[in-house]
């Protein structure tokens, strides 16, 4: 927009609990909520989980049933009994553990990527419902980091820690099983172990949840500031702010390195103390089993051998999981980012029976209208216009006088604080959105190309117009003579999304798509404010063609295109100071007779 008066808009949030960016104060999510959350976007895969579930199942037989195995090969060898059947089982466990892995990979493979292509999609759908408030809040390249990385971390953390968390899970359980038949009394002494190993797990996780956490809100600040160079690098050139730029990225940067690197080290503790557990654990078992054995009390060398194999695999479960749940602190973080934007309230739905606005004649009424981005400060007060149908109307007036904000509310990027917009006679709220937003033909300030050919830009608004119809438009706007000079005219594509044109190139594109759009009512932000004189002329003979048997809402800074508006409106601070036709306010010789003046050289 071409401003923004009265400061960015505050968060909208209806009243619900959620987190911000904007200084906003919100509970924070915790990660049983979140992972709660992540269970319900499965509901269209519970049919695959459950086979990773049974698959899970079966991978942990291996790890149950291979330490007892080789138990009962050792008891085979010390009592002389026969071998192959012993060690063709335990062949036969390891086969089946390699094939049962294989489907486990395969089915999560399809599961995990299907849950994160419905939380991509998810995501994308709710973002383009998102008011422009919530857009002013947020800087894209944060966005683009929570569209991304965090999609990207929870997409890892799904497809590669869930089926080992299912897997380790049954193996607990039966080892712990298997362990309490064998022998209870050296089960406890493992017991023992594991509790000392929650216990460390609590206390390093509970340090690197609020590190991961920050970690995520750091690189969301970094992309942020890097997307804002790359889009302004030209005007950071300009100004030889280079220093500045680079500044503040080594700032950004700094800080996401530190919180970083305590992230991980802070994480990497757990691995090491485990292994410490883990091995005088193993200490503690192999001298207590060594000496009930020869003490008489376990009389079988194969029962201490599984149970020594057990202890090593039912300790192994909890480390892994630890480290497991590391990764999960990332995933998580992420995970309530993407929420944040999941819960943002959308755009005000369409009323019950909203009216159809099929044939719109464009008469246009201001009933006291009140806005403010901020409910603190007002942008506009107490605006009251009529604009017949048919009728060109421009507004004027000095930059923060609230001239765009006139705009948002015509075509409802957001709505008023007090009174009422009418169009036809009816408040723009009763009408659906879909049919209020094809009444308006826009042309804004900042041109919005997309990386497609120059005819697929024409016709984004109108996509099945004909090639004669794109032809026509480009003439009336004046672009024709500048696309027959491109090295493919009107195929060729805008790799850069428009850059590689000038900015009134670009222009002339945007209001040859408002032409072909033919809409009723049309609306023109500053659109000369761009461009040199002799383009300007085009435009300007352009506006003329557009703007007859229309409905027009022309802003602009150079008086001189809006000479013979029907209606001239000056807006000062929010209010309508002086209106009439061009002839009226010269006679008045008030603000705009001399800013008028100014402008030509006269008086």
């Not at 190309?449 to 996509?463: C, D, V």
């Given at each position: 927009m071409a401003e923004r008066s009265g400061g960015v808009p505050p968060a909208n949030l209806n009243g619900i609990s959620r987190p911000g960016r904007g200084g906003v104060v919100v509970k924070p999510k915790n990660m049983k909520g979140t992972l709660g959350r992540l269970w319900r976007l499965t509901k269209g895969q519970r049919k695959g989980l459950g086979w990773i579930l049974l698959l899970s199942a079966f991978a942990s037989a291996a790890s149950i049933l291979s330490p007892y195995v080789t138990g009962r090969a050792v008891s085979a060898v010390s009592s002389g009994d026969a071998l192959f059947g012993v060690l063709a089982c335990l062949c036969g466990l390891y086969l089946g553990d390699w094939l049962v892995k294989f489907l486990q990979a395969f089915f999560m493979a399809a599961v995990g990527q299907r849950v994160i292509y419905h939380i991509r999609r998810t995501l994308f759908d709710r973002i383009k419902t998102l008011p422009l408030s919530f857009f002013d809040r947020h800087r894209h390249g944060e966005l683009m980091s929570r569209l991304t990385n965090d999609v990207d971390n929870i997409s890892t953390t799904i497809s590669n820690s869930l089926t080992l968390l299912l897997t380790y899970g049954f193996t607990i359980i039966g080892i712990f099983v298997m362990m309490v038949c064998l022998n209870p009394l050296l089960t406890m002494v493992a017991l023992a172990g594991v509790g000392l190993i929650f216990l460390l797990t609590k206390t390093v996780t509970k340090r690197t949840r609020k590190l991961f956490r920050e970690q995520q809100k750091n690189l969301g600040a970094l992309n942020g500031q890097v997307e804002e160079s790359v889009s302004g690098l030209s005007l950071i050139k300009a100004f030889g702010r280079e220093w500045e730029m680079e500044r503040e990225f080594g700032e950004r940067n700094d800080a996401l390195c530190r919180v970083s690197i305590k992230a991980l080290i802070c994480s990497g503790y757990l691995m090491p103390l485990m292994n410490v557990v883990n091995n005088l654990l193993y200490v503690a078992v192999s001298v207590l089993s060594g000496m009930l054995f020869v003490n008489g009390r376990i009389a079988d060398i194969g029962l201490v051998t599984s149970f020594l194999l057990y202890v090593r695999q039912f300790t192994r479960p909890f480390v892994e999981i630890a480290n497991i749940y590391n990764n999960f602190q990332t995933a998580v973080a992420g995970a309530e980012r993407v929420f944040e934007i999941l819960d943002e309230a959308p755009e005000p739905p369409d009323k019950e029976g909203a009216l159809c606005l099929a044939s719109p004649h464009g008469e246009i009424e201001f009933r006291h209208v009140g806005f403010g981005y901020d409910p603190e400060k007002s942008v506009l007060r107490d605006i009251s216009v009529r604009i017949p149908a048919g009728t060109q109307v421009a507004i004027v007036g000095a930059t923060g006088?609230?001239?765009?904000?006139?705009?948002?509310?015509?075509?409802?990027?957001?709505?008023?604080?007090?009174?009422?917009?009418?169009?036809?006679g009816h408040d723009l709220r009763d009408y659906r959105m879909e049919d209020l937003r094809k009444a308006f033909g826009v042309v804004l300030q900042d041109?919005?190309?997309?990386?497609?050919?120059?005819?697929?830009?024409?016709?984004?608004?109108?996509?099945e117009a004909g090639m004669e119809e794109v032809l026509r438009a480009a003439e009336i706007a004046g672009a024709d003579s500048f696309i027959a000079r491109l090295p493919e005219g009107y195929d060729t594509v805008l790799e850069l999304g428009g850059m590689e044109l000038s900015q009134g190139e670009r222009q002339l594109l945007t209001i040859a798509r408002a032409v072909l759009a033919d809409a009723p009512i049309l609306i023109l932000d500053e659109a000369t404010s761009s461009v040199d004189t002799v383009t300007e002329q085009k435009i300007r003979r352009a506006m003329l063609k557009m703007c007859e048997n229309r409905t027009s809402v022309i802003i602009a800074h150079r008086l001189s295109t809006i000479r013979n508006s029907d209606l001239i409106l000056l807006l000062e601070n929010g209010e309508i100071a002086e209106r009439g036709t061009h002839e009226e306010l010269m006679a008045l010789d008030g603000n705009y007779a001399g800013m008028y003046r100014t402008q030509t050289k006269i008086g």
């Open positions: 006088s609230g001239k765009t904000t006139v705009i948002n509310l015509l075509t409802r990027f957001y709505d008023v604080s007090s009174g009422s917009i009418l169009l036809d041109t919005a190309l997309f990386a497609a050919s120059i005819r697929e830009n024409i016709s984004y608004g109108h996509p």
